[in-house]
């Protein structure tokens, strides 16, 4: 307890290095698999290509990833967007698969009915199926965003800021409330976000917690 | 006035929906196309809005031919009501009425203004406005449908089975207003069922199909139970069961009660005193809301 009371600064630093490092990365994610997904939904022959492309991606694994990535995108070893990069990765192999699922369970006769109404293609994608699409790809986007803040500590054996340093560092030093904090503070962080996102859900799409016969 | 010219509609796998299909469908009438699934009903009313386009033929509106019009600017034209509502689930009645004025960029509030306006054409409980198609009842859900189709005061309205899926009484009754509604505003409708009791009731003008939209007939209510041209007609009619053969019995009270062939009451003849004469227009069974005899006939 009292290594923490001496450290807030400090935790308060690799909190804020952890988010500033995840919270990118969730929301690049989100913004490139929707296209991805749209075009796994939309054309059938792209669809096996690019979920399992998508989910090999998944399976590289992430240290050696951290170590190849300067050399292919020209960032230095330690540079935090190398982090980033890695981790929007991860979030896309899990996040296109939600989208693309999403827009397949969009009812097709309230599609039918915003094509009989006159809505324009595009306008028809943003204000129709992505809203109805919108609570699975948000299940899908808690699991990016808990796996994204509990993957970005590796970064830390690279000495890339995060809360993963407070356990490298922790170990190395022999500091066990060190290494505790890193751990129930990742462990915390990951809920908040979660909880947020639910939230942030029942905001944008009201229509799902109306009740049935109210 | 929607105008099909010799159309043919064939799918890609081969099927022919549609073999060489001509009608006039007035200016101002309720034209019923009646037939079973599959006899491509659905396929002619979706040729008017473009939503499916013919292999060979003209469809033309007013007589201009749609093929050569922006299909999403032709779509704001013409309302679309369809089975199971169509609702979109994810917006509340309101936006959902307003939907088309919104996409014509009509303000906010003048549309809030003609959403209120459709819900009481429609007989909506104006609590209803913020309320989301999920909980509505099967017969709201319609109203709403039918409030949409009609928000942006089209000159055509297509309607897909409207009524299929809400129960018996409720669907009179919306028959019964859609009626009402239609000599109200004087809108072209197109209405597509396979219920041929639903086509009598509505109907200015009735066009039976076959598969392939073959039509089997084309006329008043009137004219298809007084004369059906063939055997198809009658058989869809129920006649050759003689569900539509009626005759007088004479109920306890006195009054006459003119029953079907099954023993079913289908109404009560006009009394000498003037009462309505309900049973008189065989197609007007369900013009009277509930059907006359199923509650009212004190013999029943």
């Known amino acids: 307890m009292n290594w923490v009371l001496d450290n807030l600064p400090l935790i308060a630093d690799r909190t804020w290095a952890h988010l500033a490092t995840s919270l990118p990365a969730i929301l690049a994610a989100l913004v490139i698999s929707v296209p991805l997904g749209w075009l796994a939904h939309r054309y059938r022959v792209l669809n096996g290509p690019v979920l399992t492309g998508a989910g090999l991606m998944y399976a590289i694994p992430s240290l050696p990833l951290f170590i190849v990535l300067p050399v292919l995108i020209g960032t230095g070893v330690r540079d935090v967007v190398n982090v980033v990069v890695a981790l929007t990765l991860y979030g896309v192999a899990l996040l296109v698969r939600s989208v693309a699922d999403g827009l397949d369970g969009v009812p097709p006769e309230a599609r039918s009915a915003a094509v009989a109404l006159g809505y324009p293609p595009l306008r028809r994608f943003l204000t129709v199926d992505l809203p109805l699409a919108g609570p699975v790809i948000l299940s899908g986007l808690r699991v990016v965003a808990v796996s994204t803040v509990s993957l970005c500590t590796v970064g830390a054996v690279l000495g890339i800021p995060s809360l993963g340093l407070l356990f490298t560092d922790g170990f190395q030093r022999g500091i066990l409330a060190e290494i505790l904090t890193g751990i129930v503070l990742t462990v915390v962080l990951a809920l908040a976000l979660d909880r947020l996102l639910v939230a942030l859900g029942r905001l944008a799409m009201p229509w799902t917690r109306a009740e049935v016969g109210a | ?300």
């Open chain 2, 1 to 300: 006035m929607i105008s099909y010219r010799s159309v043919t509609k064939r799918f890609a796998d081969g099927t022919v929906a549609v073999q060489d299909f001509s009608l006039d469908v007035p200016r101002g009438t309720l034209t019923v196309l009646a037939g079973s699934s599959g006899c491509g009903k659905t396929t002619l009313m979706r040729m008017v809005n473009r939503m499916v386009d013919p292999s060979s033929g003209q469809v033309l509106v007013d007589g201009e031919d749609v093929a050569g019009r922006d299909p999403v600017a032709l779509r704001r034209r013409i309302g679309y009501v369809m089975q199971n509502s169509g609702l979109l689930p994810h917006r509340t009645v309101a936006q959902n009425i307003a939907t088309v004025p919104r996409l014509n960029g009509v303000d906010r509030r003048a549309a809030r203004r003609r959403t209120g306006e459709m819900m009481e054409l429609v007989g909506l409980d104006a609590k209803l406005a913020d309320r989301y198609p999920a909980q509505l009842s099967g017969g709201q859900q319609q109203r709403v449908g039918v409030a949409r189709g009609l928000a942006a005061d089209p000159d055509i309205l297509l309607m897909d089975e409207p009524f299929g899926a809400v129960d018996p009484l409720v669907r009179s009754e919306l028959q019964r207003q859609l009626r009402q509604l239609h000599g109200q505003i004087g809108t072209t409708i197109l209405f597509v069922t396979h219920d041929m009791d639903e086509a009598l009731a509505l109907g200015d003008q009735i066009v039976l199909l076959r598969a392939g939209a073959d039509i089997a007939q084309q006329g008043t209510p009137r004219e298809f139970v007084a004369e059906p041209a063939n055997d198809f007609v009658r058989t869809f009619l129920g006649l050759d069961r003689g569900q539509r053969t009626l005759h007088r019995e004479r109920a306890a009270d006195g009054s006459i009660v003119v029953v079907d062939a099954h023993g079913r009451p289908a109404g009560v003849l006009a009394e000498p005193d003037g009462r309505p004469d309900d049973g008189a227009r065989p197609g007007a069974m369900a013009d009277g809301g509930p059907r006359p005899g199923t509650q009212d006939a004190p013999g029943a």
